[in-house]
């Protein structure tokens, strides 16, 4: 009489064994990594504790409990100059071209942060964040020194804009004396060091814009367990949802050379 079907009209929904813990959990995830959507959610609820569920159970339970993710704040413009020595080079291999950029923020008191993050641009490993009141030329080589010693490795590329820091004679010279050529974008060209300006977008969305830091060794100390979240736990989508350190696994392609210089004593005796 009614044109429904026995069957609908008898069937009672049948809900699943673990549909409330794993609704719990997932809000948990939600609310520990606000920035993340259902899929990186997923995959962490895969990888990390072993639940078998697939992104569409997710997003229903996602939608049913009213998760998203927050509108972004808007991005702030930058100024790049030039010298004309652009390259635009793709990495084909681990240590093929790394890229390093600054970030700004502030501690609580007003006083200014400048992160200095440098990354691998085919693994998207996170290198280093080097988190300090003023950053120099300086500061960039000790940096880069430290990092190549700790790897035992020289990039072949290391790409960057035109700031002053990036530039100086010093550490263009350095960087020669160990094998290692420079790559500078064009003016008003940010997009043409994307793998670094990304990073710097993800490092400000799902970091610095939820944390305020009340003194230089806090910022310093919650910004590298940050790195080594992002590098050992975070899922990366251009990675197939895997984080970027088992990529990094790969042996090196460039060994450190071994090089007598001025400089690279200098930085030794320093570190």
């Known amino acids: 009489m009614l044109g429904q079907s026995r069957s609908t009209q008898r069937y009672l929904p049948q809900v699943r064994d673990d549909e409330t813990p794993l609704t719990k959990r997932i809000i948990e995830l939600a609310g520990e990594f606000g920035r993340y959507g259902y899929r990186r959610i997923t995959q962490l609820l895969r990888e990390e504790e072993g639940w078998h569920v697939n992104p569409k159970r997710v997003l229903r339970i996602w939608r049913r409990e009213g998760l998203k993710v927050p ?12 010298d004309g020595s652009c390259i635009r080079l793709r990495p084909v291999r681990p240590n093929h071209v790394w890229s390093y950029d600054f970030v700004f923020d502030r501690t609580h008191d007003g006083k200014p942060l400048r992160l200095l993050t440098l990354i691998d641009e085919f ?24 990092v190549m010693t700790e790897r035992a490795v020289v990039p072949e590329h290391i790409r960057s804009d035109n700031g ?41 969305d799902e970091w610095l814009n939820g944390e305020i830091f009340y003194t230089l060794k806090e910022a310093q100390v919650l910004t590298e367990r940050w790195r080594q979240h992002y590098n050992t ?35 030794e005796n320093r570190t």
């Open 71 to 82: 509108a972004k704040q808007p991005k702030r413009g930058r100024l790049y100059l030039t």
């Open 123 to 146: 693994t998207r490993e996170c290198l280093a964040i080097d988190v300090g009141r003023r950053q120099n030329s300086e500061t960039v080589l000790c940096r880069l020194a430290a």
């Open 164 to 204: 002053p820091e990036f530039v100086a004679k010093d550490l263009r010279a350095w960087l020669t004396r160990m094998g290692c050529r420079t790559l500078f974008i064009e003016p008003g060209s940010p997009w043409e060091n994307g793998y670094c300006e990304s990073f710097n977008g993800r490092l400000r």
């Open 233 to 267: 736990r975070r899922p990366h989508t251009a990675l197939g949802y895997r984080p970027p350190a088992p990529a990094a696994s790969a042996p090196p392609s460039a060994p450190l050379r071994a090089t007598h210089s001025p400089i690279l004593d200098g930085i």
